[in-house]
């Protein structure tokens, strides 16, 4: 399992930094890659050749500056970085220019860490949330002030559409952390029995198994972003999972943020989000 962990050497990165040394520290097949993207402006007056030479040596200098970032986070607790690589990468636009290099690298999930922002901010999109919105590749999102801690149990937001196929994905990457997992379903009316029947039978079949369903029922003066936040704040789960629907309209775009990118803001433990 690869992960690329991205920093931009700021307090608020250091989440991302720690939440992924947990994961290697928990599972032996994860290898890390710590990823910093920088744009180099040329002056008018420099050679292509000294250009050239000075993106190489700045480049070389900070992957030794992201080295230090890395162990200076971690401390005296160097466990789960055996073998990390640590990369600069010349850029033109950070967030396209990191889903680039995490496809052609083949990359199984990105970390990258958040903080709150305002709703301009959400709207108009911030690295994390371009990265939530455009990424092929499964995202975990971390609080920037996250500190390790045992990853036991993980919530599963689901609209039970999809759910054989989302739970498989889910099951997955909740055994190699031995997480046991919640499936938390939110209705507006009752339940509809049949879907219920059926999805009781998906989570019987499944092969992880302990996985419970938990259906509550909509707190209409409430959007989803805010039931699903406080039920988080109450209960703790150690992960919060959710789908996105990426293929949206531009109007939906504007108007309409995505839930999952919402959530990255207004959640306090990590949320990994997979696209639909």
Not at 40 to 48: A, E, T
Not at 147 to 155: E, F
Request: charged share 30%; net charge positive; glycine share 4%.
């Amino acid at each position: 399992m690869k992960i690329l962990v991205t920093t931009d050497f700021s307090a608020n990165s250091k989440g991302a930094v720690r939440f992924a040394q947990t994961l290697a520290k928990k599972y032996k097949g994860v290898r890390l890659v710590f990823y910093h993207a920088v744009e180099f402006m040329k002056p008018s007056v420099w050679s292509d050749a000294h250009y050239s030479r000075y993106k190489k040596e700045e480049t070389q200098r900070l992957e030794q500056e992201l080295r230090k970032f890395v162990r200076s986070v971690a401390g005296q607790n160097t466990a789960g970085l055996k073998g990390a690589e640590y990369v600069a990468d010349a850029c033109g636009s950070v967030g396209r220019d990191m889903l680039k290099y995490a496809r052609d690298h083949k990359v199984n999930y990105i970390c990258i860490a958040t903080r709150g922002a305002g709703i301009l901010r959400k709207v108009l999109g911030t690295h994390t949330s371009y990265v939530v919105e455009k990424s092929e590749i499964p995202v975990f999102v971390i609080p920037s002030k996250y500190r390790a801690k045992a990853l036991k149990r993980a919530t599963y937001l689901s609209d039970l559409e999809n759910l054989k196929n989302e739970l498989g994905e889910v099951s997955s990457v909740a055994k190699k952390l031995s997480m046991k997992i919640e499936v938390l379903h939110y209705v507006s009316v009752l339940p509809h029995e049949d879907q219920m029947k059926k999805s009781m039978e998906i989570i019987r079949k499944s092969s992880n198994k302990g996985i419970q369903l938990n259906v509550r029922k909509s707190n209409l003066e409430q959007s989803l972003v805010e039931r699903v936040s406080e039920y988080v704040t109450k209960s703790k789960p150690g992960m919060l999972i959710m789908f996105t629907k990426r293929e949206r309209s531009f109007f939906e775009r504007i108007f309409l943020p995505s839930k999952s990118a919402e959530l990255t803001y207004s959640t306090k433990v990590p949320v990994l989000i997979y696209s639909k």
